[in-house]
């Protein structure tokens, strides 16, 4: 078991910046997400603390051990590949015993550990089969026992469910979760699917454009996103954004009577934020908003969603902004028609268009 | 039950759903293509047939027009192919047939003496299909060996000017052999490399690497990075990695290669012609300059040809299985 530590950690390809400097500590147990769209330098972040990829600058530190310029096989670390990368001509067995055979282990105690992962991970049956005729499930489990054989310190997994049918990837996700809870490895794992690390994260790490947006806990990252990125990109469908003016603790949405005064706690941050500038991105997650006959808020439907256990109504607050907000599936919302609604205040948040940061409220309030 | 049709051991499959029904168009189509492929067979293999037989002809038979279909057999072409014979005087003729009639002559010497001829001492066909085993052998070891890590580097390592030094290896298989064997000849006399064995694996070898290392470097390319990065974060270094995870899955890359390489060094003429006289020289050029007693020994030629066609052969269907799947490489999705 271990920490890892990246200290000011960054990669340059010929041409692209993959990964601006970032730091990151990660407890011992802990099951961090990298989380970002593609080519936004969560794989090569991964990459690096596996040391299959150099660093251009900044440190790696594997329990306080410096292994910025190791090789792979020196930093006790395991990777699981997206497309398995199981080797093709041996059995299973043999793939879960490389590693140990790597480190000279007897016979008899390779035996017990292959015998021991594979009951772990229900694959004893397979054990005689090659790679190629296992299901993609299957071969992912092997992967995963042929990493975990090993007891390294940190697991490294590079969208191990990537690859998965949608009905296997939401069982294996579930198999990973508990794996995770068994050993109590620390575990970085990279995806693009927010649901994905969101069930399995401890924290999150978001990342876009090569730079780290925000480091969080899954609640965190969903309620209260650092920047307008993350709150677009967490969340199926994203946080709602609507630009709007700000006048003396009121927004206004323009071309519309839509007005949204600020809840307690936000003036004094707004007004601080903001300066003479009077553009205010107003933020609300879908169920943020409840539709009330009577509600300062309006808006026409623009379409309507069953969800299953719930719809989603897409309202045209003005010509620019169609905000989703999630409703009972039972009701019938006729397109075109106008809608009334009124916003949780304590899940409202604001952005400064500028620098699309989020303004944080007052503490305590 | 009516739409279902009973074939078969296994459950009665809708007739709709089926996907192994053959229209007529379908079979007419299909057979018009399997006889395609026959008339190319045959018109592929009448070379060879005319070779094979005509090895086992007598030289009357032989050169017989029209070519003779039905014959008796004969070793005649053999016993050319591996004996020196001069024709002999009248005088020395009745002498050796007298001898055939009682049994102081060997079988190989009373074929001989059919074609009114005297057996002088053996041929160099041995000795030149030992030549060619050799050079083509090692030549062909070499540059197997040699591609497989000058490739692997290419394809693996960012080698600076990767692009010129690719197609540098390539540019040397442009010019036509005939328009390089001059200067290599005047190059081989200076080095004192005519006419040695070292010379002809040297050559081979150089020539065969162009070919040999952009094949292997596709074979290389299409088998993925993870195998051995996976095999780096297991424990291993670069150079166990390489040996036990990438080689064994070159291993069809590797054989089609060395059947390629084996061909080229084992059929070539123009350098082997020019390039050796005695000591090292190969058995294309010798079996095509075969002329025996009163013109072309074609009994012998063939079985000449026969005897140098077989150790290829032999590679071929020992490598058969990787082949097959070597040629298809890439084409399958894995």
Redesign the interface.
């Known amino acids: 078991m271990a920490t890892i530590e990246l200290q000011k950690v960054e990669k340059k390809f010929a041409e692209l910046h993959a990964v601006k400097p970032m730091d990151l500590t990660i407890q011992d147990g802990e099951f961090v997400v990298l989380l970002g769209p593609s080519g936004c330098g969560k794989t090569t972040t991964l990459r690096m603390i ?3 990829e150099t660093v251009t600058g900044g440190k790696i530190l594997l329990n306080q051990r410096d292994v910025t310029w190791l ?3 020196q ?1 006790d ?3 699981v ?1 997206q ?1 398995y ?5 041996i059995s299973a067995r043999d793939n879960i015993s ?2 140990l055979r ?2 000279g282990e007897s016979k008899e105690e390779i035996e017990k550990q292959v015998k021991e992962v594979s009951a772990l991970l229900r694959i004893e049956h397979l054990l005689n089969q090659r790679p190629g005729n296992l299901s993609g499930g299957d071969q992912q489990r092997v992967a995963l026992a ?1 990493a975990l054989v ?1 007891r390294p310190a940190a697991f ?1 997994m590079d969208e191990p469910l990537g690859a998965l049918d949608a009905e296997f990837r939401e069982s294996m996700r579930a198999e990973i979760k508990r794996l995770h809870i068994d050993q109590h490895a620390t575990t970085v794992y990279v995806t693009h699917d927010q649901i994905e690390a969101m069930a399995l994260g401890d924290r999150i790490v978001v990342m876009s454009e090569a730079v780290v947006q925000q480091i969080g806990t899954a609640a965190e990252v969903y309620y209260n996103p650092a920047n307008l990125f993350v709150a677009r990109f967490i969340g199926s469908p994203g946080m709602n954004l609507v630009t709007g003016h700000y006048v003396d603790g009121v927004v206004t949405i323009p071309g519309t009577q839509n007005r949204f005064s600020l809840p307690v706690g936000w003036r004094k941050p707004v007004d601080e934020t903001l300066k003479e500038s009077k553009e205010i991105i107003l933020g609300f997650r879908p169920e943020a908003a409840q539709l009330n006959n009577a509600g300062k808020l309006s808006g026409e439907v623009y379409a309507s969603e069953l969800q299953g256990a719930f719809a989603v109504l897409h309202v045209n607050v003005n010509s620019d902004d169609i905000v989703h907000i999630r409703t009972d599936r039972v009701i019938n919302y006729p397109i075109d028609t106008v809608v009334h609604f009124d916003l949780n205040p304590e899940m409202v948040r604001f952005f400064d268009p500028q620098s699309e940061a989020a303004i944080q409220p007052e503490v305590g309030a | 039950m009516a739409n279902f049709e009973q074939t078969g051991p296994g459950k009665p499959v809708l007739e709709a759903t089926r996907v192994d029904k053959v229209t007529p168009g379908y079979r007419l189509g299909h057979n018009l293509r399997a006889l395609f492929v026959v008339i190319l067979a045959i018109v592929g293999l009448i070379p060879v047939f005319v070779m094979i037989i005509t090895a086992f002809k007598t030289r009357p038979d032989a050169i017989h027009v029209p070519p003779k279909l039905i014959f008796t057999p004969s070793l005649e072409g053999l016993v050319f192919l591996f004996t020196e014979r001069a024709s002999a005087s009248p005088s020395r003729l009745e002498e050796l047939k007298k001898a055939a009639e009682g049994v102081q002559l060997s079988l190989v010497d009373r074929i001989a003496l059919n074609a009114g001829q005297e057996i002088t001492g053996p041929s160099d066909y041995v000795f030149r299909l030992r030549n060619s085993l050799i050079i083509a052998g090692i030549s062909t070891l070499l540059s197997v060996v040699l591609a497989i890590f000058s490739a692997y580097a290419f394809s693996r390592y960012g080698v600076k000017g990767k692009g010129d030094l690719l197609f540098f290896i390539l540019s040397t298989r442009m010019l036509p052999a005939v328009v390089v064997t001059v200067p290599l000849f005047l190059m081989y006399t200076q080095l004192k490399l005519h006419d040695t064995h070292i010379g002809m694996i040297l050559l081979y070898t150089v020539f065969n690497l162009s070919l040999a290392v952009w094949l292997m470097k596709g074979f290389f390319d299409e088998i ?1 990075r ?2 051995e ?9 670069r150079m ?1 990695a390489f040996f036990k ?1 990438v080689l ?2 070159a291993v069809t890359g590797i054989a089609a290669t060395t059947v390629f390489c084996l061909i080229f060094a084992w059929n070539e003429y123009a350098f082997a012609l020019m390039l050796t006289s005695e000591k090292a020289r190969t058995a294309p050029p010798s079996i095509a300059t075969m002329l025996g007693i009163g013109g072309i020994e074609w009994t012998a030629i063939a079985a000449g040809s026969l005897g140098f066609l077989i150790p290829v052969v032999i590679v071929t269907f020992a490598l058969r299985n990787y082949l097959l799947r070597g040629v298809t490489f890439g084409a399958v999705r894995k």
């Open positions: 596996s040391g299959l090789h792979p096989s930093r670390i395991a990777f590949f497309f990368a199981l080797y093709p001509h490389f590693p790597a480190q042929r090993r490294l | 993925p993870e195998y990065e996976a095999a780096l974060v297991d424990g291993y270094t166990q995870i064994p899955q």
